[in-house]
Antibody
């Protein structure tokens, strides 16, 4: 069974940093691209970042470019999102999701349960 | 960036009745391979999104056949032939043609009358 379990979400002050993790199991992690998608409470979904299967290609939404860094450790079946210079508008549930292929995918077929990040003073 | 517009944003439906949700794209999502790069997700209350329909009209594994996706180019529809209580939640469309970024519609909240 495919499982994605996020962790690391907490309340942090504006300007602070945070690292989210996503532990994957039940599939060949290094065969698939991975994504982060976020959802502010009561709002719609926003794609945040993509990393390809080997980790040498990464992409970001304009809203997080230069502040967030996606990475993966295939030996540990883990995905990460380093979040720096956090702003109140970054407050959201953060989901990791599996892309449907190794480069990015035409759809996201599995999602984790999410981890909540709150940026507030 | 491709913009997706869903309608309606709120959809009250009686059990057993049909329902349909529209998703319109600012650009054609039909790729040269013949597939429409438009997907549908359902986010049940308190849960993460789950894939319902991929590439326009293909049901994901385990999705009941009362769900169907149709459309091509810029206009797409998700239909539920007979709504059940377990279908409540927010339905999201997502495009994967011009990426990044992947973009989503605003979401349509389906509720039972």
């Amino acid at each position: 069974e495919v499982q994605l379990v996020e962790s690391g979400g907490i309340e942090v002050q504006p300007g602070g940093s945070l690292r989210l993790s996503c532990a994957a199991s039940g599939f060949g992690f290094d065969d698939f691209a991975m994504h982060w998608v976020r959802q502010a409470p009561g709002k719609g979904l926003e794609w945040v970042s993509l990393i390809n299967w080997i980790g040498d290609r990464t992409y970001y939404a304009d809203s997080v470019q230069g502040r967030f860094t996606i990475s993966r450790e295939n030996s540990k079946n883990s995905l990460y999102l380093q979040m720096n210079s956090l702003r109140p508008e970054d407050s959201a549930w953060y989901y990791c999701a599996r892309g449907s292929d190794h480069s990015g995918g035409q759809y996201f077929d599995y999602w984790g349960q999410g981890t909540l990040v709150t940026v507030s003073s | 960036e491709i913009v997706l517009t869903q309608s309606p944003l709120s959809l009250p439906v009686s059990p057993g009745e049909p329902a349909s949700i529209s998703c319109r794209s600012s650009q054609s999502l039909l790729r040269v391979d013949g597939y429409n790069y438009l997907n549908w997700y359902l986010q049940k209350p308190g849960q993460s999104p789950q894939l319902l329909i991929f590439l326009g009209s293909n049901r994901a594994f385990g999705v009941p056949d009362r769900f169907s996706g149709s459309g091509s180019g810029t206009d797409f529809t998700l239909r539920i032939s007979r709504v059940e209580a377990e279908d409540v939640g927010v339905y999201h469309c997502m495009q994967a043609l011009q990426t990044p970024p992947y973009t989503f519609g605003q979401g349509t909240k389906l509720e039972i009358k």
